[in-house]
């Protein structure tokens, strides 16, 4: 069965620190997606990121980036130059064949000016 | 806006009542996932439907029923309720053509058990 794992329950950072949210995942299956989803306060989920199984390229979308790492079974999201806005709950989430999400239990993110 | 819309927004109730959540997809969609974000539990997936029929049936209490219409709304019908309910649950839908397709989510309703 699926298992996703986000060891860090909160962390808290000063505005423009990078930071790093882990996620460590189980599957048995090969084919296989990677989220990211933040939930700020109003409580609304927000897609972030997709990862295909088969892709292991790390990307990078402006302050954002994910390292996805097939070997450790890791897709980390660090954060550059942190600012308050980024103040929320992250959810590292996984989806095998059935389309059903796996979430982590979340990193709260406290960001402080 | 994801598409993916959930009434109501906040629902207050007593234990013991019965109430219903509703969703509509975003256009095009044939799948519907609810799932319910509880302090004890996380986010947790409770079922999935298909264009109107069951497809798969995660940790959803038996006091817990949902459907998905003709028009591929879904209802989410929550009954007995105990304070242990009090969660936000949220409405999520794909297109389901086949291999792994991403969930859009709804804003969730928020549901307090007194």
């Known amino acids: 069965a699926q298992k996703v794992t986000q060891a860090q329950t909160e962390i808290s950072v000063v505005e423009k620190e990078d930071v790093t949210l882990d996620c460590v995942y189980e599957?048995?299956?090969?084919?296989?997606?990677l989220f990211w989803y933040k939930q700020p306060p109003s409580g609304e989920l927000v897609f972030l990121i997709r990862?295909?199984?088969?892709?292991?390229q790390n990307e990078i979308s402006g302050r954002y980036s994910w390292n996805f790492q097939k070997s450790t079974s890791s897709f980390n999201f660090t954060i550059t130059a942190s600012q308050v806005v980024d103040s929320a709950v992250y959810f590292c989430a996984c989806m095998e064949y059935g389309n059903k999400l796996v979430f982590g239990a979340g990193t709260i993110l406290r960001v402080k000016s | 806006d994801s598409g993916v819309t959930q009434t109501p927004k906040h629902l207050i109730t007593a234990t013991g009542q019965r109430v219903t959540l509703r969703c509509s997809p975003r256009s095009g969609d044939l799948s519907v996932y609810w799932y319910q974000q509880s302090l004890d539990q996380g986010l947790q997936f409770l079922i999935q439907?298909?264009?109107?029929?069951?497809?798969a049936k995660g940790n959803i209490l038996e006091r817990f029923s949902a459907q998905q219409f003709p028009d591929l709304h879904s209802e989410l019908n929550l009954s007995s309720l105990e304070l242990g309910d009090s969660a936000l649950y949220f409405c999520a839908s794909s297109v389901e053509q086949g291999g792994l397709n991403e969930q859009y989510f709804g804003p969730g309703t928020r549901l307090t058990v007194t």
């Open positions: 439907y298909y264009n109107g029929e069951e497809r």
């Open positions: 599957t048995r299956d090969t084919t296989y997606y």
């Open positions: 990862r295909n199984s088969f892709d292991e």
